[in-house]
Structure formats: C-alpha cells, structure tokens
C-alpha cells in the first residue's frame, strides 16, 4: 500500500516552470544634416543617440537592431528622407528633383 502512494505522489510533481526573459526593446534614431535630409539611422543596440537624433520607433527583433533596409540614397545618389517637426518622413518628389537639380548645377 504505501508504494502505491508514492507512485501516485511522484506523479503529481509540479513541472519546472521555464522562464521566459522579457524582449529586450531597441530604438531606432534618424540622424540628419545641416539640410535637414537623413544622412543615417541607427539603432541603440549599436550607438547611443547624440542631441538632434530623431527617435523613428523601438520594439525587439532584428527590424529594430539591423536599420539597413532604409534606403537614404536613391540610385543617383539624392537623399530619400528628412526630418520634419521633429519625424523621419521620404522626400517629395518636388524635393527629389530639386536636390537632383542643385547636385547637376554644382557639377
């Protein structure tokens, strides 16, 4: 008889409860030139932010740490965003033409 009670005793032992670590959250940061254009975008996990980052957005997950899916350049070499009250936004296609313009009339 007491057998049985440990067999049964040894069945009701608790599981060991896994701990799951909460997402480590990053930030991902626009930084512009004296134009105003974005000339990077970085993540918090590799560098900390200077005075006149702009903060893009922060959640966990390689979207946040890898930043380099943003295209800042286009295919000649015209900035793709800027900063405007205080948030990364594309250019205009108007602002696209006229860096292109200001860029062939310097050359």
Avoid: W
Wanted: proline share 4%; aromatic share 10%.
């Amino acid at each position: 008889m007491e057998e049985e009670i440990l067999e049964e005793e040894s069945l009701n032992e608790e599981e060991p409860i896994l701990y799951t670590p909460e997402p480590t959250i990053y930030s991902v940061y626009a930084r512009a030139n004296e134009n105003g254009r974005v000339v990077k975008v970085f993540s918090n996990c590799f560098e900390q932010p200077q005075e006149g980052d702009v903060f893009v957005k922060a959640g966990s997950g390689d979207e946040f740490v890898h930043v380099g899916y943003y295209q800042l350049l286009t295919g000649d070499f015209v900035h793709s965003y800027k900063i405007q009250n205080g948030k990364m936004v594309e250019c205009t296609v108007k602002e696209l033409e006229e860096e292109r313009t200001l860029k062939q009339n310097k050359n």
